[in-house]
């Protein structure tokens, strides 16, 4: 099955600075990959996510890149801001052969903290 | 905006004890899954969802749990005999089941389990 390696557990980054997050997959199959943001105590929400035939993506502060040969992603955060500040966590998912049969295979987490 | 919810917040119970989380998902939305977070660790699928019969499960999901549509609206998990090693946060999402695409996965706020 899917493996989904993330990097690193924990990051700092003064207010203004960028922050990136890394993470690997195992399963060449795998064709759809979300980020999500996790505060404390609350439900993950998807921030961004990217196909497997687009490279790079980008919502205003954030971006993701998609290198399928090397089978790893990247989330970007740039001008980051104290609200930046929580765990997030890539996925990564083949389509199935029935669609909605697509269950998430989560890295395991990166704690981004904003220093002011 | 419409939201998956989850109830209880919080359940205690005793180890051997039966438990049922219930989850309303997003009315229009096809695909239902369980997933669950041990604390500080990532979240992993648990099962999947569809058309009123499980699509997937992962190992987690062994002869102790079961899902449920037992109405129009809510979607259950069962554990039957719980053990201390299930207390984790389960999370319920679901998605729209749209041809041809991924559909993001919306989730709920989460159900607390704590096994004593």
């Known amino acids: 099955g899917e493996n989904v390696e993330q990097h690193p557990s924990t990051l700092s980054v003064q207010e203004g600075d960028s922050a990136v997050i890394k993470c690997t997959y195992s399963d060449s199959a795998s064709n759809y990959f979300p980020w999500y943001k996790q505060e404390l105590g609350k439900r993950p929400q998807l921030i961004i996510d990217?196909?497997?035939?687009?490279g790079e993506k980008k919502d205003q502060r954030i971006a993701v890149t998609l290198n399928k040969t090397a089978k790893h992603f990247s989330l970007h955060i740039t001008e980051t801001q104290p609200e930046d500040s929580a765990v997030y966590f890539c996925a990564a998912t083949p389509r199935g052969t029935n669609f909605g049969n697509e269950k998430l295979t989560f890295g395991t987490g990166t704690r981004l903290t904003i220093i002011p | 905006e419409p939201e998956v919810t989850q109830t209880p917040s919080h359940q205690v119970t005793q180890m051997g004890q039966e438990v049922i989380l219930r989850c309303v998902p997003i009315?229009?939305?096809?695909?239902f899954y369980w997933y669950r977070q041990i604390l500080g660790q990532k979240v992993e699928f648990l099962v999947s969802?569809?058309?009123?019969?499980?699509?997937?499960k992962s190992e987690i999901f062994d002869d102790q749990f079961s899902v449920e549509r037992p109405d129009g609206s809510n979607f259950t998990l069962k554990i039957r005999s719980t053990k201390l090693e299930d207390s984790a946060m389960y999370f319920c999402?679901?998605?729209?089941?749209?041809?041809?695409?991924?559909?993001?996965?919306?989730f709920g706020p989460g159900t607390r389990l704590t096994v004593l």
């Open positions: 999402a679901s998605s729209e089941g749209l041809a041809g695409s991924y559909n993001e996965q919306f």
């Open positions: 969802f569809y058309n009123n019969e499980i699509s997937e």
């Open positions: 990217i196909r497997s035939n687009v």
């Open positions: 009315s229009n939305h096809l695909y």
